[in-house]
């Protein structure tokens, strides 16, 4: 069973000042396959920067601690190891592309990923599924990369790379964007069913209760000030919709 573990992790991010800003103070969690972790938390609290970290990102330095895959060190990767590892981002390739199509783009990821190309015909279909599954026209597949994306249809499209990609860990970063209650149901829909498999860990990044309403999760951790603070099940979560963030902000502020 796929354990992502991440131990002490210590993150500064080069924002070009001096001296680099440590932002990540000592961050413990694990995930195993078939759990939801909601990770939550204020504004600028580091959530998106515990997510680069694990993608890679090269303005984000690991200084100390340690994230682990089954044992393999991930820092110790580059980006495209991370990925073949197991390790899904959904915002790893967050650019356009010009003349390079949806299609090309997942096709190009999966033979990284199985280490070889899937046959034409029947890429095809697992694409054209998947893109039904999660209520996707199918013309998108042949709009070039990220072009003109609309914040729900970037959803969609990290959705379908995680259905296609089928990683042992998947990192969602909500980035708080507006997504509308449809797009947002329809990626609901698309982690649970994809969660259902059991054979994927997630970590769902949010800054709003919302989505939580129709994805479970299984814990949720509160981010404050660069660490956790709080760590519960489900209802913390409702305490969080009821009572916001403030106390725990205090919390961060102080440890
Ligand atoms: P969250 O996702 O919880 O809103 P972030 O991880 O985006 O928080 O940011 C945490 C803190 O790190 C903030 O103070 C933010 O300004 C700072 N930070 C993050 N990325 C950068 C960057 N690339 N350059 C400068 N500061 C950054
Ligand atoms: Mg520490
Ligand atoms: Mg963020």
Not at 109 to 126: D, H, M, Q
Not at 138 to 157: C, D, I, M, T, V
């Amino acid at each position: 069973m796929a354990t992502l573990e991440i131990r002490d992790l210590h993150v500064s991010v080069d924002d070009g000042s001096p001296e680099p800003k440590e932002i990540l103070r000592g961050v413990n969690l694990t995930v195993k396959a078939g759990e939801t972790h909601a990770i939550m938390g204020p504004n600028g609290s580091g959530k998106s920067t515990l997510a680069y970290a694990i993608a890679g990102h090269p303005k984000y330095a690991v200084t100390s601690g340690t994230v682990t895959l089954d044992g393999e060190d991930v820092l110790d990767m580059t980006v495209d190891e991370r990925s073949r590892a197991g390790v899904f981002l959904a915002m790893q390739y967050p650019v356009e592309v010009p003349g390079v199509s949806v299609s090309n783009f997942l096709r190009t990821a999966i033979t990284a990923v199985r280490g070889e190309a899937p046959k034409l015909r029947e890429f095809a279909k697992e694409m054209r599924d998947a893109m039904e599954n999660l209520q996707i026209d199918p013309a998108f597949a042949q709009r070039n990369l990220n072009e003109g994306f609309s914040g729900g249809e970037k959803k969609r499209h990290e959705i379908l790379q995680m259905e296609l990609l089928k990683p042992k860990v998947a990192v969602l970063d909500e980035t708080d964007s507006g997504l509308d209650i449809d797009a947002l149901k329809v990626v609901s829909e698309g982690v649970n069913r994809f969660r259902g498999g059991g054979e994927t860990g997630v970590l769902l990044i949010t800054h709003y209760t919302r989505i939580l309403r129709y994805v479970k999760p299984d814990f949720v951790h509160v981010f404050a000030g660069g660490r956790i603070v709080e760590e519960g099940g489900p209802e913390l979560a409702e305490l969080l919709e009821a009572e916001g963030y403030e106390k725990f902000v205090k919390a961060g502020a102080s440890a």
